[in-house]
């Protein structure tokens, strides 16, 4: 027969059991909430990521001041639109909303930095239909033109769209662009380097001698270094990075893709040449965007010093 010290020692250790019990299914409890709560919020943040990250347009203004623009182009406007990546998330709505709101801006001249349609898409003839009729409502006073991407290879849709617009394909090559005077500027267009299609000395075959001011359209930035070692350069409008496509505040891109590593932010000054990186419209790899919404940049260039 127990004792009562006995009897009292196994309750004790009994209770002891249940308490340390029911505080481990207290932690399980505990955990399973907190792994829950992680899960729900990495739900919804892909969700953002997708849904709300790559919806909206942003126009992205910027002011452009040279001692050697010609006066005449004082006030000159530029609309740049990137990286498109037709049927990724961008689709018929979404492009009339940006050639809407590019007429809006009443550019003098429209310039396309490259991949039309995403490489891993299958347009239908409707979905070409489309794009050709929507860039073809696009309005300027001057030009349009437009260079192509790494993804404008691998299919001929590329030429197929433009050459029905009245877009130029400025492929390693340039044009004379005159606004209200006798003095032109230049502009010249690259091709991909990602696509063994990148000849400078073409494209800068014009007389370097004129000391024209002079505007580069090229798909991927990080190129930008190779340019300006050869040749004078004032502007310069790239792609490709999507400006990282998914940021993070005071981390910056995080998806740098090659030849945008270097130079995947908005903007840079490399010694006398402006460079600015278009954030893209469409997406690349995964239709996700996080702090870079959709965007088209647009450029006043004004003659230094005036307003």
Avoid: C, W
Wanted: charged share 25%; aromatic share 10%.
């Amino acid at each position: 027969m127990m004792s009562r010290s006995d009897k009292a020692k196994e309750l004790e250790a009994q209770l002891e059991k249940e308490e340390k019990k029911e505080k481990k299914q207290r932690k399980i409890k505990i955990f399973l909430k907190v792994f829950l709560i992680i899960i729900g919020i990495f739900l919804l943040f892909i969700l953002y990521m997708h849904f709300i990250g790559t919806k909206g347009l942003t126009v992205r203004e910027y002011k452009i001041e040279s001692a050697s623009l010609p006066e005449s182009f004082h006030g000159f406007k530029i609309v740049q639109f990137s990286d498109l990546h037709y049927l990724t998330t961008i689709h018929q709505k979404e492009l009339d909303n940006m050639v809407d709101k590019i007429n809006q801006l009443k550019p003098d001249i429209v310039v396309f930095t490259g991949d039309l349609i995403d490489y891993t898409k299958e347009p239908s003839e409707t979905d070409i239909n489309d794009l050709i009729t929507s860039l073809n409502r696009i309005e300027v006073t001057t030009g349009l033109y437009a260079i192509k991407g790494n993804h404008d290879y691998e299919k001929d849709y590329f030429e197929k769209i433009f050459n029905e617009t009245n877009f130029k394909i400025l492929n390693n090559t340039y044009e004379l662009i005159y606004y209200k005077g006798n003095t032109p500027i230049l502009l010249t267009g690259l091709g991909s380097i990602l696509q063994n299609d990148s000849d400078m000395d073409q494209a800068f075959s014009y007389d370097q001698e004129d000391n024209l001011y002079t505007i580069t359209l090229l798909h991927e930035p990080d190129v930008i270094d190779d340019i300006v070692s050869k040749y004078s350069v004032d502007l310069a409008l790239a792609g490709h990075s999507h400006n990282g496509q998914i940021r993070l505040p005071g981390i910056g891109a995080i998806m740098k893709v090659e030849e945008g590593k270097k130079y995947p932010n908005e903007q840079y000054e490399i010694g006398n040449t402006k460079l600015y990186v278009s954030g893209g419209l469409g997406t690349s790899m995964y239709e996700f965007r996080l702090f870079t919404r959709p965007s088209i940049n647009l450029y006043r260039l004004t003659t230094k010093g005036t307003e």
